[in-house]
């Protein structure tokens, strides 16, 4: 009866978030070598794109700009993220928006500019170390500054957790990331948020092909031509989505 009792409480659950939320938005990078067919994702509801822009030390994603380009001509919004190391964060911040920028191809084309990202993860396979919760709150500080937007951060659920809640943490770096929304990543269970955070606004539920998640007609881990693709849940509508993505968006000046 207790097992019957938690797998419908589970599925109101699943039941309630699927109507709050859309399985719309993908992320991408160098590793990903395919030709990327963003028609196809377009035709498939995806609404946004957040692509690696940069890298450690200081390496800029060669496929950003074209499928910036490619992407945006589909009709899809655009979005950005750096992934961090452990070297002077202000210099990241800028490394990261000047490549951004150099690759911006106006409003025209791009009319609700790029969501800003920081990819807070456990860096084990650039150089560089990996980035500590205070870095993390002087980058953010710096891209908020420059841009007048405060930036995503996504990072593990786990590891997030466990990172912000270690000894030596400060309350005021700790407030400072809580400015930003949470993208989350949890490939076996719907995750929840901690402090400084209320709520995730992105969920990344599979990644190379990984997902322990069911039915997967609702947790597809294929989009358009990419069979182990990296999909995300929006909190919230298609068309919520669109306006949240504008509202957070930076315009780089051209």
Not at 30 to 58: Q, W
């Amino acid at each position: 009866m207790r097992f019957f009792v938690v797998r419908i409480s589970f599925l109101l659950l699943g039941s309630t978030l699927s109507a709050l939320a859309g399985n719309s938005v993908v992320n991408l990078s160098h590793y990903d070598l395919m030709r990327v067919d963003f028609e196809s994702m377009k035709r498939e509801d995806v609404v946004g794109v957040i692509h690696e822009a940069t890298y450690p030390r200081f390496d800029r994603d060669s496929y950003y700009g074209t499928r910036q380009n490619a992407a945006t001509r589909a009709g899809l919004l655009w979005g950005a993220y750096h992934f961090a190391d452990a070297t002077d964060p202000v210099r990241q911040a800028e490394h990261f928006l000047s490549v951004v920028q150099s690759s911006w191809t106006g409003p025209a084309i791009q009319p609700s500019g790029v969501l800003l990202v920081l990819d807070f993860e456990k860096n084990g396979h650039y150089p560089g170390g990996t980035m500590r919760v205070d870095q993390a709150a002087r980058f953010v500080e710096r891209i908020k500054q420059r841009t007048g937007k405060y930036p995503g951060v996504y990072g593990s659920e786990n590891r997030l957790r466990a990172v912000l809640n270690a000894p030596g943490v400060s309350r005021a770096d700790k407030q400072v990331l809580g400015n930003c929304w949470l993208w989350i990543a949890n490939y076996h269970y719907q995750p929840t948020a901690s402090s400084p955070w209320s709520n995730w606004r992105l969920w990344q539920y599979t990644g190379d092909g990984k997902c322990d998640l069911r039915p997967r007609s609702a947790y597809p881990v294929r989009v358009a031509n990419i069979a182990r693709a990296e999909r995300n849940i929006f909190r919230g509508s298609n068309e919520s989505l669109a306006a949240w993505w504008q509202e957070h968006a930076w315009l780089p000046v051209e």
